[in-house]
């Protein structure tokens, strides 16, 4: 086995203040820049094998736009578009480049002038600089987040903080150093959503942000945040709530930045991993179209909707009846790309989806001698992914789940997806040996 390969390529992606941020209503405007956003691309090399990660630090990216990137990507880099993973870090508090149907269109103006460019010179310069390194690693426990499906007295699922809930502490710490031992790049993985901010005005990373930028002045080591599983994790502020305004940004930074601190002290011996990439493509077992009768029975509830969770359930329903209306054919699955880099004992595989908490764990649980790290938001956005335990108690997030496609999801979807997603992650780790 030849020596790993690293290089590092890190851009802003600062958008100009007065833009539209992504996450909460479609007309917060930016009034201020808190933290710089960044794209830090992580390119590895070995043995023939190539692949690019990269932590972008936008809530999430349209997936049609992000295969228009690896398209770009691969012919800038060389590297194929199925080894390389786009990773949004999941903050509300950073320009729309996701356009979700009741959260506002596509900046496309800031795609074409920075993003989009920004992006393709951050990997160029990555493989450009590339060195021989070695990885060492740890893990502990993080209180930052919290299971944020809060159920009231009535029975109602909302935003809130459930302390009894499921959640992984688990944080997760990276870090590479060249020849002489000097660290000169970190990756962090934890799930949590970057809602700390709130319905803010100032353009940031959010609490991850603060955290990177703390253990990046620690290590010498340019430092970069891949979300993970957070469908159900909030930021666990003091409020109670898992939205705030700046302050709670700081608050929660300094208590990440205390843990991810920790957890670096504890990275033992450096080690050669291993490389492997590659992908697949799931098939997720869809119901049939509803019927024009119920829909348009709810369709007088939503009719008047424009924002938010209403206008996606407005476009669902309006969707469905024109199909049904056009006689279109129905499909049988709903096709998910999943993208998996393995580095020694530790395996990134991803989604363009919100996957929860409990199928992060399934699918860690389920690939035995490695330690399996979920990527939400990978290569896409595709909405919420929700377990079949929590369909029947509703919220905001089972709700996207179920009307983010014209055919809803099968009974027990989840579960075909973690199992789908730990036999693709076991399959592929066997042909890359």
């Given at each position: 086995?030849?020596?790993?390969?690293?290089?590092?390529?890190?851009?802003?992606?600062?958008?100009?203040?007065?833009?539209?941020?992504?996450?909460?209503?479609?007309?917060?405007?930016?009034?201020?820049?808190?933290?710089?956003?960044?794209?830090?691309?992580?390119?590895?090399?070995?043995?023939?094998?190539?692949a690019l990660m990269l932590s972008i630090c936008v809530c999430?990216?349209?997936?049609?736009?992000?295969?228009?990137?690896?398209?770009?990507?691969?012919?800038?880099?060389?590297?194929?578009?199925?080894?390389?993973?786009?990773?949004?870090?999941?903050?509300?508090?950073?320009?729309?480049?996701?356009?979700?149907?009741?959260?506002?269109?596509?900046?496309?103006?800031?795609?074409?002038?920075?993003?989009?460019?920004k992006i393709l010179k951050a990997a160029e310069s990555a493989?450009?600089?590339?060195?021989?390194?070695?990885?060492?690693?740890?893990?502990?426990?993080?209180?930052?987040?919290?299971?944020?499906?809060?159920?009231?007295?009535?029975?109602?699922?909302?935003?809130?903080?459930?302390?009894?809930?499921?959640?992984?502490?688990?944080?997760?710490?990276?870090?590479?150093?060249?020849?002489?031992?000097?660290?000169?790049?970190?990756?962090?993985?934890?799930?949590?959503?970057?809602?700390?901010?709130?319905?803010?005005?100032?353009?940031?990373?959010?609490?991850?942000?603060?955290?990177?930028?703390?253990?990046?002045?620690?290590?010498?080591?340019?430092?970069?945040?891949?979300?993970?599983?957070?469908?159900?994790?909030?930021?666990?502020?003091?409020?109670?709530?898992?939205?705030?305004?700046?302050?709670?940004?700081?608050?929660?930074?300094?208590?990440?930045?205390?843990?991810?601190?920790?957890?670096?002290?504890?990275?033992?011996?450096?080690?050669?991993?291993?490389?492997?990439?590659?992908?697949?493509?799931?098939?997720?077992?869809?119901?049939?179209?509803?019927?024009?009768?119920?829909?348009?029975?709810?369709?007088?509830?939503?009719?008047?909707?424009?924002?938010?969770?209403?206008?996606?359930?407005?476009?669902?329903?309006?969707?469905?009846?024109?199909?049904?209306?056009?006689?279109?054919?129905?499909?049988?699955?709903?096709?998910?790309?999943?993208?998996?880099?393995?580095?020694?004992?530790?395996?990134?595989?991803?989604?363009?989806?919100?996957?929860?908490?409990?199928?992060?764990?399934?699918?860690?649980?389920?690939?035995?001698?490695?330690?399996?790290?979920?990527?939400?938001?990978?290569?896409?956005?595709?909405?919420?992914?929700?377990?079949?335990?929590?369909?029947?108690?509703?919220?905001?997030?089972?709700?996207?789940?179920?009307?983010?496609?014209?055919?809803?999801?099968?009974?027990?979807?989840?579960?075909?997806?973690?199992?789908?997603?730990?036999?693709?992650?076991?399959?592929?780790?066997?042909?890359?040996?």
């Amino acid at each position: 086995m030849q020596n790993l390969m690293l290089g590092i390529g890190r851009e802003v992606i600062t958008p100009p203040v007065g833009g539209h941020l992504y996450g909460y209503n479609p007309d917060i405007v930016s009034e201020s820049v808190n933290d710089d956003l960044t794209v830090t691309a992580f390119y590895f090399e070995q043995d023939g094998k190539k692949a690019l990660m990269l932590s972008i630090c936008v809530c999430e990216i349209n997936t049609a736009l992000c295969d228009e990137i690896r398209q770009l990507l691969e012919q800038k880099t060389g590297v194929q578009k199925e080894n390389i993973m786009l990773c949004a870090i999941h903050t509300h508090s950073a320009p729309n480049v996701a356009g979700t149907e009741g959260w506002g269109d596509i900046d496309r103006e800031y795609c074409d002038n920075i993003f989009v460019p920004k992006i393709l010179k951050a990997a160029e310069s990555a493989v450009s600089k590339r060195i021989s390194v070695k990885m060492k690693s740890a893990f502990g426990d993080s209180l930052v987040g919290v299971n944020r499906r809060q159920t009231l007295a009535d029975g109602r699922v909302v935003f809130g903080q459930d302390t009894d809930g499921p959640f992984n502490k688990r944080m997760t710490v990276l870090s590479f150093e060249d020849e002489s031992g000097k660290c000169v790049a970190n990756m962090v993985h934890y799930g949590c959503h970057g809602t700390a901010a709130g319905e803010n005005r100032e353009i940031t990373r959010d609490w991850s942000g603060i955290m990177v930028d703390a253990l990046e002045e620690k290590s010498g080591g340019v430092t970069a945040f891949f979300n993970g599983s957070v469908g159900d994790a909030g930021p666990r502020i003091s409020n109670g709530k898992t939205t705030g305004d700046i302050s709670y940004v700081r608050e929660l930074g300094e208590i990440a930045t205390r843990d991810v601190l920790a957890i670096y002290e504890k990275t033992g011996e450096s080690e050669m991993p291993s490389l492997f990439a590659g992908s697949e493509t799931l098939k997720i077992p869809v119901k049939p179209r509803e019927s024009t009768e119920i829909c348009g029975k709810m369709y007088e509830n939503y009719k008047d909707e424009k924002e938010n969770l209403g206008a996606l359930i407005k476009d669902y329903l309006e969707t469905v009846m024109r199909l049904n209306s056009q006689n279109a054919e129905e499909k049988e699955y709903f096709e998910i790309s999943q993208q998996t880099i393995a580095l020694g004992d530790f395996v990134f595989t991803g989604i363009p989806f919100e996957m929860f908490a409990e199928t992060g764990s399934k699918i860690d649980e389920a690939v035995k001698g490695k330690n399996v790290l979920c990527v939400s938001c990978c290569n896409g956005f595709e909405g919420y992914f929700a377990p079949e335990n929590e369909l029947c108690r509703g919220g905001y997030e089972v709700e996207m789940f179920r009307y983010g496609r014209p055919q809803q999801f099968c009974d027990n979807a989840e579960k075909y997806l973690s199992d789908a997603m730990s036999s693709t992650v076991n399959v592929l780790l066997c042909e890359g040996e």
